[in-house]
């Protein structure tokens, strides 16, 4: 069976008349005719009884139905495939993020990445941003997104700047440093940093601190804001993933000189990798989103 005559076949199905499935076909009476007759003969089976100018399906005919519409379907999947690789088109991205940026962010563009490129098979990774070079590296991932700003051992990967994301030094608006005036470094440090844990090149777990052990670690920002918004201790923190939180009066930037640092979102690749149309597309997304984040 050829997807030609499965379509003619199940067209003439629904339709009932050969006149009617020609019209809606574009094709001529002649041209289904023929090809239903071929159809019967390959399979020597008769599917439809005639009589004059009237056609009724057989009960084999509608048995075999649901096989023939799971027959087109499974080529005409094949066949859309094969046209987004010719396109450029990916069949598959793996792509590895931090959650810098709020998770409405990007819930809205998965779900408008699967509208465009519904055929395109995606997977994400959260991971923190020190851990994505090595995962670009590993060829574990595709692409990772995010801000990984360690340049130096990674000389083999390709490093795109997509924006720049404001860090804010904050906590709680009831902690003890919010009451200060002025804080100096020496107060900080009396009291917890919560902040990132990450798997360093020994595959160990360690903090993204020195010279202090009064710290709280974990691998997401997220977790570190909501450990801060409880109390936990202060943290260098995003300021897209922290916006609601600083209008609602939750959190507050503390009052030292250098409470806002401005550091960069890359996506990274292997170096030469070729960016395929969704890769590019979610590019994009980024940038544009980052262009205004940190406005709002």
């Known amino acids: 069976m050829r997807t030609d005559q499965a379509e003619i076949f199940l067209t003439v199905l629904e339709e009932e008349s050969i006149a009617a499935a020609?019209?809606?076909?574009?094709?001529?009476?002649?041209?289904?005719?023929?090809?239903?007759?071929?159809?019967?003969?390959?399979?020597?089976?008769?599917?439809?009884?005639?009589?004059g100018n009237e056609l009724q399906p057989t009960g084999l005919a509608w048995s075999i139905q649901?096989?023939?519409?799971?027959?087109l379907q499974?080529?005409?999947?094949?066949?859309?495939?094969?046209?987004?690789?010719?396109?450029?088109?990916?069949?598959?991205?793996?792509?590895?993020?931090?959650d810098a940026l709020p998770e409405s962010f990007w819930r809205q563009t998965m779900r408008d990445l699967k509208d465009k490129f519904p055929l395109t098979g995606v997977s994400v990774y959260l991971a923190p941003p020190q851990e994505l070079p090595a995962l670009v590296e590993n060829q574990a991932v595709d692409l990772a997104l995010g801000l990984a700003g360690d340049r130096d051992n990674y000389e083999q990967l390709d490093y795109q700047e997509l924006g720049q994301v404001s860090l804010l030094t904050v906590a709680a608006s009831s902690h003890p440093l919010c009451r200060?005036?002025?804080?100096?470094?020496?107060?900080?440090?009396?009291?917890?940093?919560?902040?990132?844990?990450?798997?360093?090149?020994?595959?160990e777990l360690v903090p993204e601190i020195l010279?202090?052990?009064?710290?709280?670690?974990?691998?997401?920002?997220?977790?570190i804001r909501d450990a801060v918004l409880e109390g936990s201790g202060w943290a260098h923190l995003p300021r897209p993933l922290i916006a609601d939180?600083?209008?609602?009066?939750?959190?507050?930037?503390?009052?030292?000189?250098d409470a806002s640092q401005w550091q960069a979102c890359y996506l990274l690749q292997i170096n030469?990798?070729?960016?395929?149309k969704v890769a590019s597309w979610l590019k994009q997304q980024l940038i544009n989103y980052l262009a205004t984040a940190n406005l709002l």
């Open 22 to 51: 020609a019209r809606r076909l574009g094709r001529s009476r002649t041209t289904l005719s023929t090809a239903l007759s071929a159809l019967e003969d390959e399979l020597g089976a008769s599917l439809f009884d005639r009589s």
């Open 66 to 71: 649901p096989d023939c519409l799971r027959f």
């Open 74 to 98: 499974a080529y005409r999947r094949v066949a859309a495939r094969c046209d987004q690789e010719r396109q450029g088109v990916e069949v598959a991205l793996r792509i590895a993020r931090d």
């Open 180 to 203: 200060l005036s002025v804080v100096m470094p020496e107060d900080l440090r009396s009291e917890t940093q919560v902040t990132l844990a990450y798997m360093d090149e020994q595959e």
């Open 211 to 223: 010279g202090s052990a009064n710290y709280l670690a974990l691998t997401q920002f997220e977790l």
């Open 245 to 257: 939180a600083l209008a609602a009066g939750q959190l507050r930037v503390l009052r030292k000189a």
């Open 272 to 276: 030469g990798s070729l960016q395929g």
